[in-house]
């Protein structure tokens, strides 16, 4: 090729490049490398513009949040990502219907539990497919309510755990009552004994069936009342 033919050749390349280099002034994202223009992008909300999508999908769920548009979390396909989003805008919209939609189990669990726990709503724990995680949300309520018949009704749940459930709410309402509902001879005396000695009542000392820690119990008020 003729040397008056390349010149003109190698002009188009280089500003066809120079072009394409081009940064935008309105975009203050763009001049930045990979990982840091969509880091910018993200902290930006610019959603559409992030090339990772590990990034890109949080993102997308953060404009479902801000928008409270439940439909912009279908801008996302990877599964648990989705779920995750589905979660997150049922939570600024208050909806604990959208939980039910989910079809990621742990996401679906997570979103009862907070529906559960924030509302005090035992009904939403039951819903939870994990047996740890429904025991922890009944747990939460039952404290917070200060309702010993939730500790019972914890679904197969060990006898301890019932009874560290009932102990913590007769501890918190000192009522002996709820100590009566712990079936373990140990732990019912031990949950009378811990109101007896923070209310400083030694006739409660004399309901506890255990000798030894019924001794403890009287000595222990009789010290602390001299």
């Not at 590990?54 to 404009?63: G, K, S, T």
């Not at 009904?123 to 949300?137: D, F, G, M, P, T």
Request: with cysteine; charged share 25%.
């Amino acid at each position: 090729m003729k040397r008056w033919l390349i010149i003109p050749v190698l002009i188009g390349v280089i500003l066809l490049v120079a072009a394409c280099q081009t940064v935008d002034p309105n975009d203050s994202c763009s001049s930045l490398d990979d990982t840091a223009k969509d880091q910018c992008y993200f902290d930006n909300v610019q959603c559409s513009k992030i090339d990772n999508e590990v990034l890109r999908n949080p993102c997308i769920a953060e404009l479902a949040k801000i928008q409270e548009d439940i439909t912009v979390c279908d801008l996302i396909e990877e599964e648990s990502a989705f779920a995750h989003c589905q979660d997150q805008v049922a939570r600024v919209l208050n909806n604990p219907e959208i939980c039910k939609n989910i079809e990621m189990r742990y996401s679906q669990d997570n979103c009862y539990s907070h529906f559960g726990t924030s509302n005090n709503d035992v009904q939403k724990c039951l819903l939870i497919s994990n047996e740890e995680q429904r025991h922890k949300c009944i747990e939460t309520v039952a404290d917070v309510t200060n309702d010993p018949n939730l500790c019972l009704n914890l679904p197969f749940a060990p006898e301890n755990k019932r009874a560290a459930c009932l102990s913590s709410i007769a501890r918190e309402t000192q009522d002996k009552e709820v100590c009566d509902m712990i079936d373990e001879r140990v732990k019912q005396n031990t949950c009378k004994l811990r109101i007896a000695k923070d209310t400083n009542n030694i006739e409660l000392c004399e309901e506890i069936t255990i000798n030894l820690m019924k001794d403890d119990c009287i000595a222990d008020i009789q010290q602390e009342l001299n």
